[in-house]
Each structure stands twice: as C-alpha cells, then as structure tokens.
T-cell receptor, first 113, second 114 residues
Framework: KQEVTQIPAALSVPEGENLVLNCSFT??????LQWFRQDPGKGLTSLLL?????REQTSGRLNASLDKSSGRSTLYIAASQPGDSATYLC????????????FGKGITLSVRP | GAGVSQSPRYKVAKRGQDVALRCDPI?????LFWYQQALGQGPEFLTY????????KSGLPSDRFFAERPEGSVSTLKIQRTQQEDSAVYLC????????????FGSGTRLTVV
C-alpha cells in the first residue's frame, strides 16, 4: 500500500528565503506526482504535475523535482513571500494516470514579513 | 464550466439529518472523485466514477454514504443519518483522459454535524 509522508508538518521562514518542501513515497512505481496548495478553508489548487519520466517541472518561482528510485520529490520555492503562506500537499495516483490519489498530510508554511 | 463547482460551500446538519452534497465537474471530464478531508489531514479517497459508472467505492466509510452520477456529469454525495465524525471537508475532483491531465479540485463543502 502506497504511503506518502511530508515532514515537517509545519515550517516558518522569513520573507525572501529560498526553501525546500519534501515529500517521500514508499512505492516507487508511480505514474506521476502532483503538488497542490491549499489555503485555509479552501479547496486544492494544482501547482505542478511531474510525469514519472520527468525529473523536474518549473512554474514561476516554483520548481518540483522527482527521484523515483529514492521515492522522493521536493518542491523548491524561490524568494518566498507572505502570499506563499498555505499548506502544500503532494499526491501520487495509486495506479494509472486517472486513478485515486494518495496524499501526504501536507506542510503548513508560514512566511513572515 | 471553467472549474469544478461544489455546493453548498458550508453545511451545518443536526446529528441524524440526511445531507446531499453536489459536484459539477469540468465539462467533458470523464473521471470524478470524492475525497474526505478531516482537520489537519490530507484528503482521503471516498469513491470514483468513470462517466456514470461507479468503479470504486472502497473508501466510503459506511453504508450511510452513497454517491451517484446518473448522467455522467453532475455527482451527488449523500450522507444519511449524519454523525459527528462525518464532520469534514468533502472535496470533489475531476480529470480528463490522457497522460498529461492532472486533477482539478473544487473548493469543497465543509460539513459540520452538531
């Protein structure tokens, strides 16, 4: 059974800092991995989707990497801003591209002005 | 529509009351998922539809939970005789077909059972 872990559960950094959020998964036979952002009381917003054949994806100040063999993904946030404060979740599909997702518990990020 | 729409956004139910939560997926999306998110946790899978067929309902916590998608578009998650432990955010997600489609989530329905 796939398990997804995100540690630490919470992180507080000063504005402007570059930071890395970690995600690990137990079964390396994943189809893809997706990073989401969740603001308090809101739904999930997709940030980046990395296919199993890819090593990384970039969108603006965000860069996500994937190392299937070690069961890890990282989300790199450059020059963090207070508006980046949110919970960041990673998820992998159980089987193919459109199968149910297994989520980590998320990392709650607070960026201090 | 442009995104996944869920209604109501908030629902307060008295214990024992039946509730119905609606999800309107992105037009043309074949796959539709329901997830339950307890406070401080990641979303947990409830059930999955491909068009109108419910292919996986292994995550439904009890027979009080029922989901349908009769015409392959809008879906309804029904909870009968609500209990306090049903209090959570219920998220709906849809996806298209093909290798490069991710999942688009709705804003969720926050259910509070009092």
């Amino acid at each position: 059974k796939q398990e997804v872990t995100q540690i630490p559960a919470a992180l507080s950094v000063p504005e402007g800092e570059n930071l890395v959020l970690n995600c690990s998964f137990t079964d390396s036979a994943i189809y893809n991995l997706q990073w989401f952002r969740q603001d308090p009381g809101k739904g999930l917003t997709s940030l980046l989707l990395i296919q199993s054949s890819q090593r990384e994806q970039t969108s603006g100040r965000l860069n996500a990497s994937l190392d299937k063999s070690s069961g890890r993904s990282t989300l790199y946030i450059a020059a963090s801003q207070p508006g980046d404060s949110a919970t960041y979740l990673c998820a992998v599909p159980n089987t193919g591209a459109n199968s149910k997702l297994t989520f980590g518990k998320g990392i709650t990020l607070s960026v201090r002005p | 529509g442009a995104g996944v729409s869920q209604s109501p956004r908030y629902k307060v139910a008295k214990r024992g009351q039946d509730v119905a939560l609606r999800c309107d997926p992105i037009s043309g999306h074949v796959s539709l998922f329901w997830y339950q998110q307890a406070l401080g946790q990641g979303p947990e899978f409830l059930t999955y539809f491909q068009n109108e067929a419910q292919l996986d309902k292994s995550g439904l916590p009890s027979d009080r939970f029922f989901a349908e998608r009769p015409e392959g578009s809008v879906s309804t998650l029904k909870i009968q005789r609500t209990q306090q432990e049903d209090s959570a955010v219920y998220l709906c997600a849809s996806s298209g077909t093909g290798d490069f489609y991710g999942y688009t989530f709705g804003s969720g329905t926050r259910l509070t059972v009092v």
